[in-house]
């Protein structure tokens, strides 16, 4: 009795595009079983309808059987001379597209993240430097910042996820709290018992309250 249930889910699987992403990739380096079923997946992945992702923080984390099967492949920020090199030999990137990697994506800015992309297509092999943009509750939903998740967690506990990123777009719209962070720091003297990401929180919950509590008044 469950069979044509089942035949009809295997085909609705079959027909969607799936993902397998591999985050922090340096971590499986001298992993070889491991990094063979990811080269496996990346050359054989397409024909099953199955996208790979994978994340890491240099070029050369990966290996070099992956780099050759990849379709599209995203560089953040310039990195060591081995990245280089990677983007000279295995891509022929030319010293101009090195030369804006470096200048341009220097990290997220308040217009967005600059990157160098590069997508290997039927017609031929191209190479543009782009530019993320996102809001501010997305960028507060992905900083990874110490300062800024440290925060986050805060007002995640206190007032809830959707709150709290609301709360930190409206006053941080930039995505990060650490030049005020840091501007606190210099001002904090030893008798100071409460650290400085502590103290921003409750200034951020204390306004989040007085507001709530201003709204409610208004719609009595």
């Known amino acids: ?22 985050d922090e990739v340096h971590n499986t380096a001298g992993q070889e079983a491991f990094v063979q079923t990811m080269i496996k997946d990346g050359r054989e992945g397409r024909k099953w309808g199955i996208r790979i992702v994978n994340a890491s923080q240099y070029l050369s984390d990966y290996p070099e059987e992956l780099l050759n099967a990849a379709t599209g492949v995203y560089v953040m920020r310039g990195g060591s001379a081995t990245d280089e090199a990677i983007l000279r030999n295995t891509f022929k990137v030319s010293e101009e597209a090195i030369r804006r990697l470096h200048r341009d994506a220097v990290g997220p800015g308040p217009e967005g993240g600059n990157f160098l992309a590069l997508f290997k297509t039927k017609v031929g092999f191209v190479v543009q430097l782009l530019t ?51 501007h606190m720091r210099t001002q904090s003297t030893e008798k100071d018992d409460v650290s400085v990401v502590e103290r921003l929180a409750e200034k951020l919950v204390t306004a989040y309250t007085r507001n709530l509590m201003k709204q409610q008044e208004l719609s009595l």
Do not use: C
């Open 1 to 22: 009795m469950y069979r044509d249930y089942h035949l009809k889910r295997i085909a609705d699987v079959q027909d969607e595009q799936k993902t397998i992403a591999y």
């Open 132 to 182: 993320n943009t996102v809001g501010p509750i997305e960028l507060w939903a992905f900083s990874t910042t110490l300062e800024d998740v440290a925060l986050r967690n805060r007002l995640y506990k206190r007032v809830g996820p959707y709150a709290a990123r609301k709360l930190l777009a409206e006053y941080f719209p930039l995505g990060s709290a650490l030049q005020t962070i840091e």
